[in-house]
T-cell receptor, first 107, second 115 residues
Framework: KNEVEQSPQNLTAQEGEFITINCSYS?????LHWLQQHPGGGIVSLFM???GKKKHGRLIATINIQEKHSSLHITASHPRDSAVYIC?????????FGTGTSLTVIP | KAGVTQTPRYLIKTRGQQVTLSCSPI?????VSWYQQTPGQGLQFLFE???????NKGNFPGRFSGRQFSNSRSEMNVSTLELGDSALYLC??????????????FGEGSWLTVV
């Protein structure tokens, strides 16, 4: 059983749509990260959360520690948001990763 | 400030050979961690180094090893390569180890193909 589950696996949206990606985890964590990976491999850390909610531009990330659940929202989606979004939880010095959500935003 | 630099970016090796990958962290960062990404298994944690000491290791065989130098640069080595070692190997750096408040920065990765 994977410690981190993401849904959906694949997501196609029209430009401008509101997008939600979900992450559930089963281990106690010290932090949760949302990562973005574009074709070619490079990964960018979007958010690090240990509680509550964070916002950066059109991106919003929330975490509910009691329910062991986090969501990443993208408002007014744009084709440049097309990427794989990966949820990662940190437990001590170890990271556990979700399998990723492949997002395609169509103009 | 320069980002995390990984070399080489692409390489092809033959089964049974060994490979060494290099990672230069962001200046001032002392923690370097390594990850393997494959289509089947996704991202998996390999190991983390802080101040030249291995702090933690993922569930990989002993063929996978690493080290960190006094300037915080890190290398990872895979010996006796197998076809299944074909993957993207990512390095990430952060200022401190194990601190959830630290932002981690990833390199572009090294694409290894084993034939």
């Amino acid at each position: 059983k994977n410690e981190v589950e993401q849904s959906p696996q694949n997501l196609t949206a029209q430009e401008g749509e509101f997008i939600t990606i979900n992450c559930s985890y089963s281990v106690g964590i010290s932090a949760l990260h949302w990562l973005q990976q574009h074709p070619g491999g490079g990964i960018v850390s979007l958010f690090m959360l240990s509680s509550g909610k964070k916002k950066h531009g059109r991106l919003i990330a929330t975490i509910n520690i009691q329910e062991k659940h986090s969501s990443l929202h993208i408002t007014a989606s744009h084709p440049r948001d097309s990427a794989v979004y990966i949820c990662a939880v940190r437990r001590g010095n170890q990271f556990y990763f979700g399998t990723g959500t492949s997002l395609t935003v169509i103009p | 400030k320069a980002g995390v630099t990984q070399t080489p970016r692409y390489l092809i090796k033959t089964r049974g050979q060994q490979v060494t990958l290099s990672c230069s962290p962001i200046s001032g960062h002392r923690s370097v961690s390594w990850y393997q990404q494959t289509p089947g298994q996704g991202l998996q944690f390999l190991f983390e180094y802080f101040s030249e000491t291995q702090r933690n290791k993922g569930n990989f065989p002993g063929r996978f090893s690493g080290r960190q130098f006094s300037n915080s640069r890190s290398e990872m080595n895979v010996s006796t390569l197998e076809l299944g070692d074909s993957a993207l190997y990512l390095c990430a750096s952060s200022y401190r180890s194990g601190d959830p408040g630290n932002t981690i920065y990833f390199g572009e990765g090294s694409w290894l193909t084993v034939v």
